[in-house]
C-alpha cells in the first residue's frame, strides 16, 4: 500500500505542473467511469421490468387468476392453480422454517460467547450458498423416494431448508440492534434469562423479526429449481400436499421453453404475476418495520 | 413488564425453563451445520452406483450417453467454470465500480434510491432472467451481437463458429446481471467500512479522491471485495434456471463463446426428472454431489476473506 501511495501520491521529486493536469483528468475520468457502471447496470434490470410489463400486461385479466392452463390449441386458461400452489407451499415452508430460523437466529445472537454460535452462523452463511438445486436433491432422496411419489409437501420442505439460514441470519442481526441495557435491566429485575429472552428482547425486535420474515419469504417465492422434482407440477387444481403441486415458478419454467406463443404469453404473465408477489413482500418487509418502529429505523 | 418480576413459584418455574430454554435452542441451531452435513452424506450415498460404477474416471470422462449407459461430467464441469468465468470477468470490475460509485461519490439523496435498484435486481426471480434472456436476449445476440463478433474478432478462437444465440455467452451474460448484486453489496459495506480518517489522511497529502480511492481505500477493502467476488463466483456456480433456459443444453466442451454447452446445475435441472435406470439417476446425484462440494468450498473461502476483512474493521452486514 505505501509504494503505491508513493508512486502516485506527491512527496516523492517534485513532478511538473503537466502531472498534475494529468492527476486531475485522470480523477474526474475514473469517478465518470464509476458513475457510467451504474448506469450500465440499471439498463438490463429496466429491460427486464419493461418486457415483463409489455408482454405480461395484456394477458393479466381475472381469468388467468382463476383458471388452470388448458390443452394446446385451446384459448384461454391461467395459472391459477399455480398460483395456489406457491401459496400453498409458501405457507409450509413459513410454518416449517420461521421457527426453526428465528430459534436458532435467537441462539446464536443471545448466546453469541459460545463457540458454537460461530460454528452455526457461518453454518447458516454456507448453507445460504449452496445450490438451491442441490437442496432439491436432497429432499428427492430424503422424501420423495421413500413416498414413491412427488408431493407438496416435498417442495414446501425443500422451500424452508433454503428459508432457515436467511431467517436466522436477519434475526441474528434485528437482535444485535436490540441495546444490551435493555437485557441488563431485565435481568437487574431478577428475569431469567429466558423471561429477558422472550418478554424483552423478542418483543422489542418484534417489527424487525415480521420484516426479516418477509423478506425470507419473498425470496423463496422466486425458487424454481428445487421443485423441479420435489413438487414437480401439476395442470390441474391441487390442494392436497400429498399430491404433486403446480407453483409459478416452474409453470413459467415449462411455457416458457415450449415453443408455443400463447405459452409465452402466458409465461410472461405468470412472471408479471410472481414479480409483483416477489416485490409486495419487499416493501411489505420495508415498510414493516418503519411503521412498527418509530424513532429506530431498522 | 411488570410480570418479569418473579414470585416464588413462578421462580421455579423460570428456573425450569432457563434449564430447558439454551439446550431447545441450541438443539434448533444444530440443525443448520446437520442439514449440511446430512445434504453431503446423502448425495455420496445415493451416488454410490456411479461412484462404484465409473470411479475417478467419472470427472474426466466427456461422454455422456444415457442410451448406452456412459456418464462422464467433463463437459458439465467445464461448462459451470466457463460460464461463471465469463460472468465475473463482467461483473466484478462492474460491480466493484458501482459500488465505489454508491459508497463514496453518489451524492446522499441518490444512495437510498440507487441501493434499493440494487436490491431490486437481487429480488428478481432465476426464472425470469431466463424468460427474459431465452426470449428476448438469445434471439438479440443471434441476429445481431455474434454475427457482427465473428465479423470482427472471428479469429479470436471465442468467437468462432456459427451463431446459435443460446451458449456459453448468453448464459455469461445472464449470470453476470444476477451476481452483479453480490459483489455490489458486498463491496460496498466493505468499502464504507474503511475508516473517514484513512480518506482524510490522504486528502491531506494532497491526493485526488480518486487517488484514495485507488491507494487507500481499496487496498485496505481488498479481502472483502475478493470475498464479495468469491461469494457471486459460488452463486454462479449453482445458478440453474437462467442458465438452463439459455445455455442450450448440449454436453459439449468448446472454447468459443457462441457454442452451446451444459452446467452441472442444468443438467440436473433438465434430465433428473427424467432418468430412469438407476445409472443415470446416480450419475446426476453424483454431479450433484461435484456442484455440492466446489460451492462448499467457495462458500467458506468467501466467508473466511469476508470474516479476515471485518475482524479488523468492525462488524459488517452482507
Known amino acids: 500500500m505505501s509504494t503505491r501511495a508513493a508512486l502516485s501520491l506527491p512527496g516523492g521529486p517534485p513532478r511538473g505542473r503537466a502531472h498534475q493536469r494529468w492527476r486531475r483528468v485522470r480523477n474526474a475520468f475514473m469517478l465518470g467511469l464509476t458513475g457510467l457502471c451504474t448506469l450500465l447496470v440499471l439498463v438490463p434490470l429496466f429491460l427486464i421490468l419493461y418486457y415483463v410489463l409489455r408482454q405480461g400486461l395484456p394477458g393479466l385479466h381475472w381469468s388467468f387468476l382463476l383458471n388452470p392452463p388448458k390443452p394446446v390449441g385451446e384459448t384461454g386458461g391461467g395459472m391459477g392453480n399455480a398460483l395456489v400452489g406457491t401459496l400453498e407451499l409458501l405457507g409450509l415452508a413459513i410454518v416449517v422454517g420461521i421457527p426453526l430460523g428465528i430459534g436458532a437466529g435467537v441462539y446464536v445472537a443471545e448466546f453469541r460467547n459460545e463457540t458454537f454460535a460461530h460454528v452455526v452462523r457461518f453454518a447458516a452463511d454456507v448453507l445460504n450458498g449452496i445450490p438451491t438445486i442441490v437442496t432439491g436433491m436432497f429432499i428427492y432422496g430424503?422424501?420423495?423416494?421413500?413416498?414413491?411419489?412427488?408431493?407438496?409437501?416435498?417442495?414446501?420442505?425443500?422451500?424452508?431448508?433454503?428459508?432457515?439460514?436467511?431467517?436466522?441470519?436477519?434475526?441474528?442481526?434485528?437482535?444485535?440492534?436490540?441495546?444490551?441495557?435493555?437485557?441488563?435491566?431485565a435481568l437487574a429485575l431478577g428475569a431469567s434469562r429466558w423471561n429477558v429472552t422472550w418478554r424483552v428482547v423478542l418483543r422489542a425486535a418484534q417489527p424487525g423479526l415480521v420484516s426479516a420474515c418477509l423478506l425470507g419469504v419473498s425470496r423463496i417465492a422466486g425458487e424454481t429449481a428445487p421443485l423441479l422434482f420435489t413438487a414437480l407440477n401439476n395442470s390441474f387444481w391441487s390442494f392436497k400436499l400429498n399430491q404433486p403441486m403446480a407453483s409459478l415458478t416452474v409453470q413459467i419454467y415449462n411455457f416458457a421453453i415450449a415453443p408455443y406463443d400463447v405459452w409465452h404469453?402466458?409465461?410472461?404473465?405468470?412472471?408479471?404475476?410472481?414479480i409483483l408477489l416477489v416485490l409486495t413482500l419487499n416493501i411489505l418487509a420495508r415498510l414493516w418495520s418503519r411503521w412498527r418502529s418509530p424513532g429506530r429505523a431498522a | 413488564m411488570a410480570t418479569v418480576i418473579a414470585s416464588p413459584t413462578r421462580a421455579a418455574h423460570s428456573a425450569v425453563a432457563d434449564q430447558v430454554f439454551p439446550w431447545l435452542l441450541r438443539g434448533l441451531a444444530a440443525l443448520v451445520p446437520v442439514l449440511i452435513v446430512g445434504i453431503g452424506f446423502e448425495l455420496f450415498r445415493a451416488s454410490a452406483l456411479s461412484r462404484s460404477t465409473f470411479g475417478w474416471h467419472f470427472l474426466t470422462s466427456s461422454t455422456w450417453d444415457p442410451s448406452s449407459e456412459q456418464y462422464g461430467a467433463w463437459p458439465f464441469i467445464f461448462g459451470t467454470l466457463f460460464t461463471t468465468v465469463v460472468a465475473l470477468v463482467i461483473a466484478a470490475p462492474l460491480g466493484v465500480a458501482v459500488a465505489i460509485f454508491l459508497a463514496e461519490l453518489a451524492p446522499r439523496w441518490l444512495r437510498g434510491p440507487l441501493g434499493n435498484v440494487v436490491d431490486l435486481l437481487a429480488a428478481v426471480p432465476s426464472v425470469v432472467f431466463g424468460l427474459w434472456g431465452f426470449l428476448v436476449l438469445v434471439p438479440y445476440l443471434q441476429n445481431t451481437v455474434e454475427p457482427w463478433l465473428g465479423d470482427h474478432f472471428g479469429r479470436l478462437p471465442l468467437f468462432q463458429g456459427a451463431p446459435y444465440g443460446v451458449g456459453f455467452l448468453a448464459a455469461g451474460l445472464v449470470l453476470a446481471m444476477m451476481v452483479l448484486p453480490f459483489v455490489i453489496g458486498v463491496s460496498r459495506e466493505v468499502i464504507r467500512a474503511v475508516p473517514v480518517a484513512q480518506r482524510e489522511a490522504a486528502y491531506a497529502l494532497a491526493a485526488t479522491r480518486w487517488d484514495a480511492i485507488w491507494d487507500v481505500v481499496l487496498p485496505s477493502a481488498r479481502s472483502g471485495i475478493w470475498g464479495g467476488i468469491l461469494l457471486a463466483m459460488g452463486r454462479a456456480l449453482g445458478e440453474t434456471m437462467a442458465v438452463t433456459m439459455v445455455i442450450g443444453n448440449r454436453p459439449a466442451v468448446s472454447t468459443s463463446l457462441f457454442a452451446p454447452g451444459y452446467t452441472l446445475a442444468s443438467v440436473v435441472a433438465n434430465e433428473f426428472s427424467e432418468a430412469t435406470t438407476p445409472t443415470y439417476i446416480a450419475a446426476l446425484l453424483e454431479i450433484g454431489l461435484v456442484l455440492f462440494g466446489i460451492t462448499l468450498l467457495v462458500n467458506i473461502l468467501a466467508r473466511l476473506f469476508i470474516w479476515r476483512m471485518t475482524r479488523n474493521v468492525g462488524r459488517i452486514a452482507t
Request: proline share 6%.
Open chain 1, 265 to 274: 404469453a402466458l409465461a410472461w404473465t405468470g412472471a408479471l404475476t410472481l
Open chain 1, 142 to 185: 430424503l422424501v420423495v423416494v421413500p413416498q414413491h411419489h412427488f408431493s407438496g409437501w416435498a417442495g414446501g420442505l425443500a422451500l424452508a431448508i433454503i428459508l432457515v439460514p436467511v431467517v436466522l441470519r436477519t434475526t441474528d442481526e434485528v437482535l444485535r440492534t436490540i441495546p444490551v441495557s435493555y437485557r441488563e435491566a
